[in-house]
């Protein structure tokens, strides 16, 4: 939000199926409770649907609900949703969108690393175990934005070099991209925003001619489809469930975004006191305490720049639950993954499967 109030764009472009950017406004509807999804769906067989969900901290979401609040134009820029079904082949993809997460494995060059784990040599080269709590220091809970956007950006391209080649799904949706960006470029006199994942940045960059571009998107996918928006849950944003971004802890995601601004360690202790006195255990305030100290301690000692989930989730283990990490199970997906179930308008179109219930429920008089 503090990036586009600085650069006040007069056009903000989102990574999303370009044909469903007449749905963007509805994100900022005030019935419109997080979190949701964009449901996508073949009119002649609905079963096969992709999902884009949308979560309060999720830049795309504030993107869209700064543009509508400021009268900005908004738009998806990505490939179309029929791009999702292809044609049925054996070892294709069958339209869903889930998470490709790494795949362990030794004796991979850097480049195979790279190119199923990009964060994740990031946060190798960094000292970290993994990519998540590289990316949760450097970018989500860094208080000085200024300099994340080009720093990140030269990293991207630094991962990108001497690359063998992408997938032409991939290829294709860079070469949308591009050719959307300088479809606004054009037509605007003004900044354009462009909202989008890191990978992305050094190809939406780099220099293509339109008919190079062009020519990846010759013959496209044709499907009569349908959108709509649908409810979705919290602990669906996770890695386990399908969230396409991969967020590992929500619950600790939405606390950093609303504890903005506030002592967020504090909060944080003190919304794991409420969940563990709620199931009976004695939680002292001379334990909370020890339990910040511990936490922040465990974060030097980790050459992390301040506690995250994890030191504070071994610190409570210690200092409240005396070494039984069994008890913190039980309020564990309660605080990281949350129970946040969203709604949507009345006026928004049922999803297909409510629509058939209804019809079901006239055609029987329930």
Known sequence: MEALEALCPCEV???????????LPLLAHDEMVLPVALLAYEKDAPERASFWPFAIFSPEYQAVVWAVRNAVPVRFIDLSVAWRFPVDEPGEEDGTVGP???????????QERIARDPIGVLADAAGYEDGESWWRDVIEENPDTGPIFAAVADAMAALREGEAGLPQLEAAR????????????KARTGTVAVVCGAWHVPALKARHTAAEDKALLKSPPKAKTAATWAPWTSPRLAYASGYGAGVAAPGWCK????????????VWIGTIAKALR????????????????????LAAVRGRPQP???EYREAVIATLLFGDSLLWRIVEQKILLGNDVGAIPDTVTAAPLLEDLQRQQKK???
């Open 278 to 297: 709620k199931e009976g255990h004695m939680v002292s305030t001379a334990s909370l305490i020890e339990t910040e100290r511990l936490a922040v301690g």
């Open 308 to 310: 995250g989930f994890e």
């Open 255 to 266: 606390h950093l975004w609303q504890a903005r601004g506030r002592d967020q360690g504090t």
């Open 364 to 366: 029987a008089r329930l």
């Open 174 to 185: 860079e070469a949308h991209m591009r050719l959307e960006i300088a479809k606004s470029a």
């Open 100 to 110: 490709t997460l790494p795949t362990e494995g030794t004796g991979l060059t850097l």
């Open 13 to 23: 472009l989102v990574e999303g199926p370009a044909d469903l950017s007449d749905q």
